[in-house]
C-alpha cells in the first residue's frame, strides 16, 4: 500500500514538472518570438548599409524594331570590373560580363545570331518564353565552340520580364555564373498603352541580381572539381556592380527584379520599409497594381515593382540573404538575415518626369478552373530528384497534350521549380489561396512545401526537342533533379 502511494506520489510531482516545463518551453517561445519581432523592426528601420559610390551598370538595349538584320550576340570569355580597377576574369554575351537586353514585340518575329567562343560548349535557353521546343533552348541544344545558332523567335504572348542563359546538362551553374545571363524584354500594345514606367534606362530599369565571393576585388572563379550542392556567396552585385545608384525622375520607377543567382534566394524591402507597388510576374502583369513592403525571390524568379520616388530624393532598395529553406521555424530567422544594398534611386529634378500615376487595372487574367482539369500530375523534389529519378537525357518523363489543361502538385521542399514552354497559374500555395501578388501568371515557383498549379502548352516539344522541368538551384539541376516530357 505504501509502495503503490510512493508511485502515485512520484507519478504526480512527474506530472507537475512536465507542466512547468511545458510552460518554460511556451514562454521561451513566445520571448523568441517578440526578439524576431522586435529585432526585425530594427534592422528594417536601421539596415546596415553604406552610401553607393558606383553607377548602375545597365546593360545595353537592342531594340529588334530599329535593328537592321539580325542581332548578333558573341558569346565569349572576357574580363569585368566589379570593383574599380580590379578586373576578373569572366564571360559574357557581346562583352565581359552578362549581355544586351533584347527587346521583342508581341505579334513579331526576332532573328538572333548566337556564336560561341568558348572552348566548350553551351547553349541559349530562352526563359519564359512560349516557344516550341526546338528553339526553346533545352541541354539538347548545343552550340559547340565556333558554331553559330541561328533562331528566328515568333513572339505570340504577352508582355512580359524574361532572360536567356546557358542550359547545358553539367554546366549550367558554372557558365551562368561566369557572367552568361541577359533580359528579354517582350512588350505589346496593351502594355505600351497604360503609361507605365518604359524609358529603359531612366524609369524602367531591368536588375540581374547575383551573388559572388570575391578575394582582394577579384571574384572567385567557380569551383572546379566537386561541384557544391548549391554556390551560396557572401556579396551582391546588380548588374555587375555593387551597392549602385543611379539617377531617375521624380516619378514612378519601374525596376525589373531577375534572381539570377546560383542557388540564393532574397528578400527585397526599401529602407524604412517604405512600401512599394508589384505590378508583374513572370508571365506578365498583375490584373492591378498591389501594395507591399517585402518581396521574397527564389533562383529564376522575376518581378516587376514600381517606386514612388516624386516626394523622395533618395531612396534605397535592400535585399536580405534568406535561408536555404524559409519556412517554418526558418521563418522566424529572417530578421536576423543579413541586408545588402540592391540599388540606390536617386530623384534628379532635371530628368523629365515621365510616369505621374499608376493604372489602377493593368491586365484582365481569365482564370483556368479546376473543373476543367483533364490530366493530374505529383512532382515531388528530394534527394538530387524528382519522383525518385534523375535526369537521363534519353528518356522521356511523360507526355503533354496540347492545349489540355493540366494540374501539377509541386511538392518542393527547398527546391524552386521551373518548367519550360509556358505560364502557369497558382490554384493554392500550401492549402491556401495565392495572395494578390501572386494571382499572375509565372513559370517557377518556390512554395517552401506544397503547391498546386494549372497549366496547358499550346506549342510542339517532340521527343528530339522535348520541354524540361527542374529546381532552378542551378547545380541541383545539373546533378540531375530535372526531367523532360513532350507536347503533341
Known amino acids: 500500500m505504501t509502495c503503490f502511494r510512493h508511485k502515485k506520489g512520484v507519478f504526480k510531482r ?73 578586373k576578373s576574369k569572366t564571360s559574357g554575351y ?3 560580363y552578362l549581355g544586351p537586353t533584347i527587346k521583342m514585340y508581341k505579334g513579331e518575329s526576332t532573328d538572333i545570331s548566337f556564336t560561341n567562343h568558348l572552348d566548350e560548349p553551351t547553349n541559349i535557353h530562352g526563359h519564359g518564353l512560349h516557344v516550341v521546343g526546338k528553339i526553346d533552348g533545352g541541354p539538347q541544344n548545343k552550340i559547340l565552340p565556333g558554331e553559330t545558332w541561328n533562331v528566328t523567335i515568333p513572339v505570340s504572348q504577352q508582355a512580359s520580364t524574361n532572360w536567356y542563359h546557358p542550359h547545358l546538362k553539367g554546366s549550367t551553374a ?25 524609358t529603359y534606362g531612366i524609369d524602367d530599369i531591368p536588375l540581374v541580381i547575383q551573388d559572388r565571393n570575391f578575394v582582394d576585388g577579384k571574384m572567385t572563379p567557380y569551383p572546379a572539381g566537386n561541384m557544391p550542392e548549391d554556390l551560396r556567396e557572401d556579396t551582391l552585385v546588380v548588374n555587375g556592380t555593387i551597392n549602385p545608384y543611379t539617377m531617375v525622375p521624380k516619378s514612378f520607377v519601374r525596376l525589373r527584379l531577375l534572381n539570377g543567382s546560383n542557388a540564393r534566394s532574397y528578400e527585397f524591402y526599401l529602407e524604412g520599409e517604405q512600401p512599394f507597388y508589384k505590378i508583374a510576374t513572370e508571365g506578365g502583369l498583375l490584373p492591378s497594381p498591389v501594395e507591399i513592403t517585402t518581396l521574397k525571390m527564389a533562383p529564376g524568379e522575376r518581378n516587376d515593382i514600381v517606386v514612388d520616388m516624386s516626394v523622395i530624393e533618395n531612396q534605397k532598395v535592400l535585399a536580405r540573404f534568406l535561408p536555404m529553406s524559409y519556412n517554418g521555424f526558418n521563418a522566424a530567422l529572417i530578421p536576423f538575415s543579413e541586408s545588402q544594398p540592391v540599388l540606390e534611386l536617386r530623384a534628379d529634378g532635371s530628368l523629365e518626369a515621365l510616369a ?16 476543367d482539369v483533364e490530366v493530374e500530375r505529383v ?6 530528384s524528382i519522383n525518385g529519378q534523375q535526369m537521363n537525357m534519353k528518356v522521356i518523363n511523360h507526355e503533354s497534350k496540347l492545349g489540355q489543361l493540366e494540374k501539377w502538385t509541386i511538392d518542393s521542399g527547398r527546391h524552386p521549380f521551373h518548367m519550360h514552354g509556358t505560364s502557369f497559374l497558382i490554384l493554392s500555395m500550401n492549402g491556401n489561396p495565392p495572395a494578390p501578388e501572386d494571382q499572375g501568371w509565372k513559370d517557377t515557383i ?6 498546386e498549379i494549372l497549366l496547358k502548352f499550346d506549342y510542339e516539344a517532340p521527343e528530339q526537342w522535348p520541354y524540361m522541368y527542374h529546381c532552378h538551384i542551378l547545380e541541383h539541376e545539373d546533378m540531375g533533379m530535372m526531367g523532360q516530357f513532350t507536347v503533341k
Open 14 to 86: 512527474q506530472k507537475g514538472f512536465a507542466r512547468r516545463r511545458v510552460t518554460f518551453v511556451m514562454l521561451l517561445v513566445s520571448a523568441l518570438l517578440i526578439t524576431a519581432i522586435v529585432a526585425s523592426t530594427a534592422l528594417r528601420a536601421s539596415p546596415p548599409t553604406s552610401a553607393a559610390v558606383t553607377p548602375l551598370n545597365v546593360p545595353t538595349l537592342i531594340d529588334s524594331k530599329t535593328q537592321n538584320g539580325p542581332i548578333v550576340i558573341d558569346i565569349k570569355e572576357g574580363e569585368h570590373a566589379f570593383y574599380p580597377g580590379v
Open 94 to 96: 557581346n562583352g565581359g
Open 174 to 198: 558554372k557558365q551562368v555564373h561566369s557572367g552568361l545571363a541577359g533580359f528579354y524584354l517582350i512588350e505589346d500594345g496593351h502594355s505600351l498603352s497604360l503609361g507605365l514606367p518604359n
Open 356 to 371: 505621374s500615376e499608376l493604372p489602377t487595372q493593368l491586365n484582365t487574367i481569365t482564370p483556368y478552373l479546376e473543373k
Open 379 to 384: 512532382f515531388e523534389l528530394d534527394d538530387m
Open 446 to 451: 518556390y512554395p517552401n512545401g506544397t503547391a
